[in-house]
């Protein structure tokens, strides 16, 4: 496969963007080798600069659920590009998203969009630090909550990939207020809580973590930590920038039926363009300005190319609920096939998977959380990541990363895949 094209244009791209990237996770730095460069999409493949086509496992980090390019939700961004793109005043699709939202999603009274999971995830805390009069939070090992300065403690994505275990800039004063606890660990959480009595406003997690690979919760562990946070009246925050509307409408609330107090949500719900947004009930948000004094803006919050581009991914999401038995159809497919594949090789790992998010660990032993997810061979991946890449499959270029399945991917590209692991030697 010839990647002279992506090469040339990661040399000239080095010169002006820091690392030749504007994410660090795209650079390949710890798969090594020379990221692609993606020309565009459609469906299930990618096409990059130089011809090649990719079957997509990443899937824009999630919202891509129906596949790249999905013709409703591009007519819909034209048509309302013609009448501008931009205001910085309402409008009443925000008002319309909302409510879609809130037939969706259980527990949820009030919304505010913002541009990013992280400006979500970054808002959720002051808001439920500005509620409890509180300053700790806690946050789980390797969970990942986007790049605001309190959020980089112990986190996963990109500072697991490139290694990196405290972050230059970040001041002590305020990674103290950040406590962390292993994932799926309820004796440890609980202890973490009574030695911080009446100190912790909130409680932040992936339901099902997605940035150190997949790793799904054990049975009682998000129940626990819902009883945790009623008996030290602490918030819990669910972060659903992956699971919301991916696992389910409601997302993982209405999978694994726990309300949180608040629930964040990123790229899902502008379809792929740059959307956040945090939201709970009344009593809560209602701190938030202006019918509060917890402050928080943003002049592309609630953008009208993003808000109709989410509301056309959203509705067929709510009106066609057979697609999330279909993703985990396709995923479970996916994720059986390469497992038989590689126990036929001899070759130890383990798949994580629930519904169309998975990952593939290489080792012998159970990956269940930050530490287990830490263990595993990772040049071993480095090497199935290209070896897929050369046989046009496209995985997260990182073994911290979940893959993403679109009900674009069929059974055609499922079994591609499987025989491009055949290959794997
Ligand atoms: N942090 C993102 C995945 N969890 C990666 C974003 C990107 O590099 O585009």
């Known amino acids: 496969m010839d990647h002279s094209k992506s090469k040339n244009l990661f040399e000239r791209a080095q010169h002006h963007l820091p690392g030749g990237v504007n994410s660090p996770v795209r650079a390949f730095k710890s798969v090594g080798g020379t990221p692609i460069f993606i020309k565009k999409a459609k469906g299930a493949y990618l096409y990059d600069e130089d011809g090649n086509r990719y079957i997509d496992y990443i899937n824009s980090w999630g919202p891509m659920i129906l596949g790249h390019a999905y013709e409703p939700v591009v007519q819909a961004i034209c048509e309302r590009a013609a009448d501008s793109t931009s205001f910085g005043a309402p409008t009443e699709l925000e008002t319309d998203m909302a409510e879609l939202i809130k037939s969706m999603v259980p527990n949820v009274d009030l919304i505010r969009m913002v541009s990013s999971g992280t400006e979500a995830c970054m808002s959720a805390i002051r808001l439920a630090r500005g509620y409890t009069g509180k300053n700790k939070f806690i946050k789980f090992e390797g969970c990942y909550h986007g790049h605001a300065d309190s959020l980089l403690v112990k986190a996963g994505s990109g500072l697991a990939t490139l290694n990196i275990q405290s972050v230059p800039g970040v001041s002590a004063a305020v990674a103290e207020d950040t406590l962390t606890s292993p994932?799926?660990?309820?004796?440890?959480?609980?202890?973490?809580?009574?030695?911080?009595?009446?100190?912790?406003?909130?409680?932040?997690?992936?339901?099902?973590?997605?940035?150190?690979?997949?790793?799904?919760?054990?049975?009682g562990f998000l129940e626990g930590l819902r009883t945790l946070c009623d008996q030290h009246k602490i918030v819990l925050i669910f972060d659903e920038v992956m699971t919301g509307f991916r696992l389910a409408g409601g997302g993982a609330q209405q999978y694994f039926n726990i309300k949180s107090d608040l629930v964040t949500y990123g790229k899902i719900i502008g379809g792929g363009l740059p959307v956040g947004a945090f939201s709970g009930r009344k009593e809560i948000m209602q701190h938030i300005a202006p019918l509060g004094n917890v402050y928080q803006a943003g002049t592309l919050s609630g953008n009208p190319i993003a808000m109709i581009a989410g509301y056309t991914l959203l509705k067929e999401l709510k009106e066609n609920s057979g697609i999330f038995s279909k993703l985990e159809q396709t995923t479970k497919k996916l994720a059986e096939g390469i497992s038989a594949v590689l126990s036929s090789k001899g070759i130890d790992h383990t798949v994580n998977r629930l519904g169309s998010m998975?990952?593939?660990?290489?080792?012998?032993?159970?990956?269940?959380?930050?530490?287990?997810?830490?263990?595993?061979?990772?040049?071993?991946?480095?090497?199935?990541?290209?070896?897929?890449?050369?046989?046009?499959?496209?995985?997260?270029?990182?073994?911290?990363?979940?893959?993403?399945?679109?009900?674009?991917?069929?059974?055609?590209?499922?079994?591609?895949?499987?025989?491009?692991?055949?290959?794997?030697?």
């Open 183 to 219: 994932f799926n660990d309820l004796q440890a959480l609980q202890t973490l809580i009574v030695a911080h009595p009446n100190e912790i406003a909130a409680m932040i997690i992936e339901p099902v973590a997605g940035n150190m690979g997949c790793i799904l919760p054990k049975p």
């Open 358 to 425: 998975m990952s593939l660990h290489f080792g012998k032993h159970e990956v269940v959380d930050f530490e287990t997810a830490r263990q595993c061979d990772m040049p071993l991946f480095n090497l199935f990541f290209h070896q897929l890449l050369h046989q046009g499959v496209y995985l997260p270029p990182s073994a911290y990363e979940s893959w993403f399945v679109s009900t674009a991917i069929t059974d055609e590209e499922v079994e591609a895949t499987i025989n491009a692991v055949r290959n794997f030697n």
